[in-house]
């Protein structure tokens, strides 16, 4: 069984930044891909951004520019630095997770994150 346990969500004011952090409790290097979620009240859980165990990145358009998955093998962890943000990004966002040879999706607790106008 795997942990994931996010950090960094808070409140910020509009164009600010925040870095989100997804620590897993196994080793990163065998991960197929890694992936952002959030979720607004009244709406359904969306895809912010993913990374291959490639490096390879794909983002919601509605945060292309403005948001950046990244991961550091050495400390078990992924990323999501955004920057720019707006009170529509106001959401939980979650921490998702699979890795090689398991077939089981992994998910963080949820960190929330606020931005005010």
């Known amino acids: 069984q795997v942990q994931l346990v996010e950090s960094g969500g808070g409140l910020v004011q509009a164009g600010g930044s925040l870095r989100l952090s997804c620590a897993a409790s196994?080793?990163?290097?065998?991960?197929?891909?890694a992936a952002w979620y959030r979720q607004a009240p009244g709406k359904q859980r969306e895809l912010v951004a993913e990374?291959?165990?490639?490096?390879?990145?794909n983002y919601a358009d509605s945060v292309k520019g403005r948001f950046r998955i990244s991961g550091d093998n050495d400390k078990n962890t992924v990323y999501l630095q955004m920057n720019s943000l707006k009170p529509e990004d106001t959401a939980v966002y979650y921490c998702?997770?699979?890795?090689?040879?398991?077939?089981?999706?992994?998910w963080g607790q949820g960190t929330q994150v606020t931005v005010s106008s």
């Open positions: 998702n997770a699979r890795f090689l040879f398991d077939p089981t999706d992994y």
């Open positions: 196994r080793s990163t290097f065998s991960i197929n891909r």
């Open positions: 990374i291959s165990g490639g490096g390879s990145t």
